[in-house]
């Protein structure tokens, strides 16, 4: 378990919407600060940049999807430790063992209830090794 | 057709003594019968010669003696002509021939004796001359007597002995020279006469013998002739028969929508139906008989796992079901069937021919893949937009983005909940098509029933007072395990409780009870509702089942949440129910397996 209180998080994620959402859903209920990327390609760039505690990635994003960057994301020492939470609206249990191979640290399906959602994070931050 | 009447009796095998006596009693009847069919003959030179003997013996002094003699023998004569004539019309002269030569013997005997007196009586009172006529007629009589009785030898011997040995006794009592060479030299002739006769008799009984065996050789050939004759209709029959079905299995064949295919043991192809000649695009002349083998509309990728199953199939004479297979077409374009594969076995196990029976699938999985693809997308693409709505209504109706009027707070809740509703709505769809395709994945795992029907309570609470109903259990609820899926579990339980509030009276109460029965575990959810419609209890775990459409606008949901319960219960090894409730309301329950914990923990 960390020992500081979440606090920083990067989010990758095509729709601006959902950007929004998840965005005012962190900032107003979780109190945290967030960094949203639309770009996957750049996202890798911007994490190194804001030095996230967390990165929560979507799954289906045009260019680059969500494994692929986590995959990317491991290669990179920078990038390879942060652990990675899905957000995706893909709900089948393959896919989610999918995720889990993959070494995602927790999966957030699709919808999500934004007035929880900061609280999950916190639970998942909290159990992590 | 034969005639069930005409069909002639089988041949049977007699054991050789009952065929021995029956044949000697045939042989004998023979015997008895040439008698009786002589016996007019010898009654008539009987009393022929009678008369003879009266006239020429008359004119001695002892005529009433002459005319007692003469009497007798007419009625021996006349007793043997009915005796004849009784035979000749007795129903029993075949199966009873003993007695009817008994019966003859006597008569035989009779004039035998006839005879025997006339010498030993007339002899002694005559002259020489007469002597000697009377001599010479004895020894023609019972020489006589040779071709008449010889058929049955010891019935000429007592009649003979009968006619000389009389004779006999006088001619010694006379005591001439004479007499006495010629009383020696009678016994000879008699025994020579016997010899003869039963020299005669044996040839008889032989030839009839011979004659009986060839009767019955007929016989037996007519039998036997009749049977084969009954055999060749029979086997034409059969043959018509075979001939018949075997058309109606090329018809079969021929006109099936599957496509068929005979194989020798080998893989040659030998014979194809009119459906596989239009699944492949060749045509019966092109592969029949020829060199082509099934594995030539094998893919080559498969020809590997192909040639296993064949093996198998030939060595183990093991029938292949549901077998898939990619089947290159005539262009080049690779269908997908499922084969029914059988080896036809004759008795001695050798494989005589292989029957492949294939159904073209190409499109059925093409559809499947569309309709997997369909929902993946339909999943994906209506979640996306709705997760940006019920997203931003549920920030706003936290409060925590500042206050709204009154109005202003009640239409984005309407907004919320109706969001959410079809959140579930695409979700039950989801749902039955992953049950209904088979495709939904269970993850069973020990569960502490009590525990989970707690917690939908707890999770079921919220929404059970917007209907203004409490959820109650009955405490305490016993400490039972299940194995089930808990995800799919509590949404069982969700289902349920949900309803039985929605359609509870407002300020009511649902009870939820938990018990053990049996080996299994109950779980009951009760109402006071209005109880369920007659005519709706036989579909309501069908899919959009709902009473009626003004209830669906009431109280929301999709109609589709019973029918998933129920094919997940099911899928638990459960079963799934309701039933009317004692004062008004409805019970809806279910029961799992109970788990028993086997380690000791």
């Known amino acids: ?129 | 057709m034969p005639n069930p009447s005409q069909v002639p009796p089988p041949l049977t095998h007699q054991p050789g003594i009952v065929r021995d006596a029956v044949d000697r009693t045939r042989v004998l009847a023979d015997q008895v019968e040439l008698l009786y069919r002589q016996s007019p003959v010898g009654i008539a030179v009987t009393v022929v010669v009678g008369f003879v003997v009266m006239w020429e013996l008359n004119s001695a002094r002892e005529r009433d003696l002459i005319f007692m003699w003469g009497a007798l023998t007419l009625m021996v004569a006349i007793g043997r002509a009915f005796l004849a004539f009784a035979y000749h019309n007795a129903a029993d002269r075949d199966s009873r021939p003993d007695v009817w030569l008994r019966r003859f013997a006597i008569g035989a005997l009779a004039t035998g004796v006839n005879w025997g007196l006339a010498g030993a009586v007339f002899f002694p009172a005559h002259t020489d001359e007469q002597q000697v006529f009377l001599a010479f007629i004895l020894a023609g009589m019972a020489a006589g007597g040779l071709p008449i009785f010889s058929a049955v030898w010891w019935v000429f011997a007592i009649y003979a002995a009968s006619v000389v040995l009389p004779f006999l006794a006088v001619i010694l009592t006379y005591g001439s020279r004479l007499f006495y060479e010629i009383a020696a030299l009678v016994p000879v002739f008699l025994a020579v006469n016997i010899a003869v006769a039963y020299r005669l008799n044996r040839v008889f009984v032989s030839a009839y013998r011979l004659r009986v065996s060839y009767g019955k050789l007929t016989d037996d050939y007519t039998l036997m002739n009749q049977r084969l004759e009954r055999q060749l209709i029979e086997l034409e029959e059969a043959r018509m028969q075979v001939e018949s079905s075997g058309r109606k299995l090329a018809l079969f064949a021929e006109r099936a929508p599957i496509a068929v295919i005979e194989l020798s043991a080998d893989g040659r192809i030998q014979q194809i139906n009119r459906e596989a000649e239009n699944l492949f695009g060749y045509s019966q002349g092109e592969l029949a008989g020829t060199s082509a083998s099934i594995r030539d509309l094998v893919h080559a990728d498969q020809h590997e796992e192909f040639d296993g199953r064949w093996k198998r199939l030939i060595e183990e004479r093991e029938s292949l079901d549901g077998f898939r297979m990619r089947n290159p077409r005539r262009d080049g374009v690779s269908l997908v069937c499922e084969w029914t594969v059988t080896p036809l076995v004759n008795a001695e196990g050798t494989v005589l021919s292989v029957i492949a029976q294939g159904r073209n699938i190409t499109q059925q999985l093409e559809a499947e893949r569309l309709k997997q693809e369909f929902t993946s997308t339909l999943s994906h693409e209506l979640r996306t937009p709705l997760t940006s709505i019920i997203g931003s209504l549920q920030l706003i109706n936290s409060g925590m983005l500042g206050d709204l009027n009154k109005d202003q707070t009640e239409l984005t809740e309407v907004a919320e909940r109706n969001g959410i509703r079809l959140l579930d709505l695409i979700n039950d769809i989801l749902d039955i098509e992953k049950v209904e395709s088979g495709k939904l994945t269970l993850f069973p795992e020990t569960i502490a029933l009590d525990e989970l029907v707690r917690e939908a309570l707890k999770l079921n609470q919220g929404f059970a007072e917007r209907y203004k109903v409490k959820l109650v259990a009955h405490e305490p609820l016993p400490a039972l395990q299940v194995h089930a899926d808990r995800k799919r579990l509590l949404q069982v339980m969700t289902n349920l409780l949900s309803n039985a509030a929605k359609f509870s009276p407002a300020d009511g109460e649902v009870e939820v009870e938990m018990r053990e029965k049996g080996g299994d575990v109950l779980v009951t959810v009760s109402d006071r509702g209005s109880g369920i419609p007659e005519n709706f209890r036989a579909r309501i775990f069908g899919r959009f089942a709902q009473a009626d459409s003004t209830d669906t606008r009431a109280k929301g949901g999709t109609g589709l949440g019973l029918a998933i319960c129920k094919r997940m219960i099911e899928l638990m090894e459960g079963t799934i129910g309701f039933a009317n409730r004692e004062g008004g309301g409805t019970t809806f329950w279910f029961e799992l397996p109970k788990h028993v914990n086997t380690s000791k923990e």
């Open chain 1, 1 to 129: 378990m960390p020992a500081s209180e979440l606090n920083r998080i990067f989010y990758a994620e095509d729709d601006e919407d959902i950007q929004r959402i998840v965005r005012m859903s962190l900032e107003r209920i979780g109190k945290m600060t967030v960094q949203v990327e639309s770009d996957p390609l750049k996202a890798i760039d911007g994490m190194i940049e804001f030095k996230p505690e967390l990165v929560m990635l979507d799954w289906m994003m045009p260019g680059m999807d969500g494994p692929t960057l986590l995959k990317a994301m491991r290669q990179r020492p920078e990038t390879a430790s942060y652990p990675v939470v899905f957000i995706t609206a893909k709900a089948s249990m393959k896919e989610h063992e999918e995720l889990a191979a993959l070494g995602a640290a927790g999966i957030i399906s699709k919808p999500f209830s934004p007035k929880d959602l900061p609280n999950q994070l916190r639970e998942i931050w909290r159990n992590l090794p």
